[in-house]
């Protein structure tokens, strides 16, 4: 079972409309990835933090995309006006520091832009 | 930059069958090497890891061998069974140590 939780598990969103994801990192883990994953498996990259800070982010992650760690609450990832390209899987990773460590990834939230 | 290839989509087998899923890769460092397998309805989880120190990973029967001269790092099984059935991605740890380099994912399909 994944230690890493992920919610929702689905959702469906208007074009234009705001998507929010959510995700509890494993415990004691301060690093947090989001990947975007499409329908060929294809995993593209997002954002990262160490604790509540950002590491690395794409030029996407800064346009429309916002994302955050706060300190004592769950990790979340929004895309503030859905596209239909936006419609993919997204997955949360933690690890005890960095991708040379396991990435343990949650379950994943599907989005799907209608 | 850093690159990892894998060129098979999709491998069907039936049980018992041997697995081999090629990947290669190009660095200018010395590489850690991953295998993450995703099954239906998860999200991937580590399945190998090897790096220059021990060149070589294995783990639930699966075996992977690091070979510097050819750049691979072919997963293998020598009889694989329904519950195998799963896409296998094999990765690069970039330089930064804060990134993964992916392959494209080969769907392991075990026919009944």
Known sequence: NSKVIQTPRYLVKGQGQKAKMRC??????????????NKNNEFKFLINF?????LQQIDMTEKRFSAECPSNSPCSLEIQSSEAG????????????????????GEGSRLIVV | GDSVT???????????DFLFINCTYSTTTYP???????YPGQGPQLLLKVTT???????RGFEATYDKGTTSF?????????SDSAVYFCALVEDSNY??????????????
């Not at chain 1, 160490?50 to 950002?54: D, R, S």
């Not at chain 2, 072919?74 to 329904?82: G, P, R």
Request: with cysteine.
């Open chain 1, 50 to 54: 160490q604790n509540q800070e950002v």
């Open chain 2, 32 to 38: 850690t090497l991953l295998w993450y397998v995703q």
């Open chain 1, 24 to 37: 509890i990192p494993e415990k004691g883990h301060p690093v947090v990835f989001w990947y975007q994953q």
């Open chain 2, 74 to 82: 072919h997963l293998q099984k020598a009889s694989v069974q329904e």
């Open chain 2, 53 to 59: 120190a021990n060149n070589k990973g294995i783990s």
């Open chain 1, 86 to 105: 936006d419609s993919a899987l997204y997955l949360c990773a933690s690890s005890l520091s960095g991708a040379g460590n396991t990435l343990y990834f």
């Open chain 2, 99 to 112: 990134q993964l380099i992916w392959g494209s994912g080969t769907k392991l399909i075990i026919k009944p």
């Open chain 2, 6 to 16: 894998q060129k098979q989509g999709q491998v069907t087998l039936s049980e018992d």
